[in-house]
């Protein structure tokens, strides 16, 4: 499990829209890409030319474990960005993840000193991914899927996603010396995740707002954060899953419709604009 001061620095302030599912932003052409894996590494560090075949090329990209079948699982929370995106995971997925965290622990606490597994600040670009050393002094898998513009050459403040957490860690501060981003090294590659970019299905902000407000979020983080839920996914939108958050599932009781009833949503129809599984 993540420990409590990882969970406490992610749940700062968060932006309100994000119109790009974090699935698809990997296959998105970014701003800038490099063709193939550099050999001349330069940031800094003085370093010869070195082999980085053990590590996955620039333009890998994770794996997702689709979602087949529309009976409800249970669920796992991750960041919420807005009842329109949130970041979720099958409870299925966390002895798997929980396996392959103690192997990456193991693998760079033991290696990750090496110059060779420092990401160069040159090569630090959108949609890299990446092993990410927290201030929890853990390693996580990641992708890079923002970078600040900066007046300084530099320093770079990035957005940083936790592809089996399905958090986001925010101003990520990376300067020329800067040793916490770590190539990603093949034996990691290969875990698909079951982390999920999900919508709440038939619901909509109240129309005196034009947005989402921070309190439907935050109703969302404090109520999944301490009972047990339920994920039924009833179709697609826009790369996102439609979902039902169920609370008593027998009931039919929603976190969608507790949204709707304390005045933080309303009721909509998202089946003409979805495709239903």
């Known amino acids: 499990m993540l420990k409590a001061n990882f969970v406490d620095a992610t749940k700062r302030e968060r932006d309100q829209q994000q119109t790009t599912p974090l699935s698809q932003q990997q296959t998105t052409n970014s701003e800038q890409k490099p063709n193939e894996m550099m050999t001349s590494l330069s940031n800094g560090i003085h370093r010869p030319t070195v082999d980085l075949s053990s590590f996955v090329s620039l333009d890998f990209q994770y794996r997702t474990i689709e979602c087949s079948s529309n009976e409800p699982f249970d669920g796992f929370l991750g960041d919420v960005e807005n009842p329109w995106n949130i970041h979720l995971g099958n409870a299925q997925f966390i002895p798997n993840r929980n396996r392959m965290m103690e192997q990456l622990q193991e693998h760079y606490q033991q290696l990750s000193d090496q110059s060779i597994y420092s990401i160069p600040f040159e090569q630090i670009v959108i949609h890299l991914c990446c092993v990410y050393y ?7 898998r990641a992708l890079i899927y923002h970078i600040d513009p900066m007046i300084n050459p530099d320093l770079l403040i990035i957005k940083l996603y936790l592809v089996d957490f399905g958090y986001i860690i925010h101003n990520v501060y990376v300067h020329l010396n800067s040793t916490n981003l770590k190539f990603l090294h093949k034996n990691f590659s290969t875990l698909s995740t079951q982390v999920y970019d999900c919508r709440l299905a038939n619901v909509c902000y ?8 921070d309190d439907a979020k935050q109703f969302i983080l404090d109520l999944c954060g301490d009972i047990h839920f339920q994920v039924e996914i009833i179709g697609t939108m826009g790369g996102f899953y439609l979902i039902y958050l169920w609370t008593d599932y027998k009931n039919r009781q929603s976190i969608n419709s507790l949204l709707v009833q304390r005045g933080f949503a309303i009721e909509t129809n998202d089946r003409d604009d979805s495709e239903v599984k």
Do not use: E
């Open 206 to 213: 109240p129309t005196t707002l034009m947005q989402w407000s």
């Open 134 to 140: 927290h201030t929890d002094k853990r390693y996580y």
